[in-house]
């Protein structure tokens, strides 16, 4: 057993990934994942993205060009800021539902489902719990989710959380 492993953890026990972003939605998932999910350990991870990078985006989405923007290198991008106090949020709720949890930030380099996807495999989770906006018809066809994406690309086991009525 190692010293982050609560007692009574096995070596190897299992391990979930549960993706949180604040959203009415990803709190739903990890309110599922502490009532059904039995685990050792759960990792609450919140996806960023810097914000040169989400300036350079929408810059291109909008046709207008935006001023070249550099942050201060002595001060926290704003976007990272931000996602650990998410982070910070969804570790309490899953900690307050009975799992052993810690909580990750993860930078966004090509797309969030990428990023989920990328740190499930980094940390060999055994399963990825995340909620979704539960959108249907030709709007579900314009707009693929990140629960969608995940499902799709991940080689794990992946529980998709409804939203509630």
């Not at 650990?84 to 909580?103: D, F, I, P, S, W």
Request: proline share 4%; glycine share 8%.
């Amino acid at each position: 057993m190692t010293d982050n492993e609560p007692r009574g953890c096995a070596v190897g026990a299992d391990l979930i990934l549960v993706a949180y972003d604040g959203s009415e939605n990803s709190k739903r998932a990890v309110q599922y994942a502490g009532r059904f999910l039995e685990s050792c350990r759960a990792i609450v991870v919140t996806a960023w993205e810097p914000m040169v990078r989400q300036a350079a985006r929408m810059s291109g989405l909008s046709g207008v060009m935006q001023p070249e923007w550099v942050p201060d290198e002595d001060s926290e991008d704003v976007a990272l800021t931000d996602a650990r106090a998410v982070n910070a949020e969804g570790l309490e709720l899953a900690t307050q539902l009975g799992l052993h949890a810690e909580g990750r930030t993860i930078e966004v380099v090509n797309a969030v489902w990428a990023s989920i996807v990328e740190a499930a495999d980094e940390l060999d989770v055994d399963i990825i719990v995340t909620g979704t906006r539960g959108t249907t018809g030709l709007r579900s066809l314009l707009q693929s989710s990140v629960a969608d994406h995940v499902l799709r690309h991940s080689h794990r086991p992946v529980l998709i959380v409804p939203p509630g009525r």
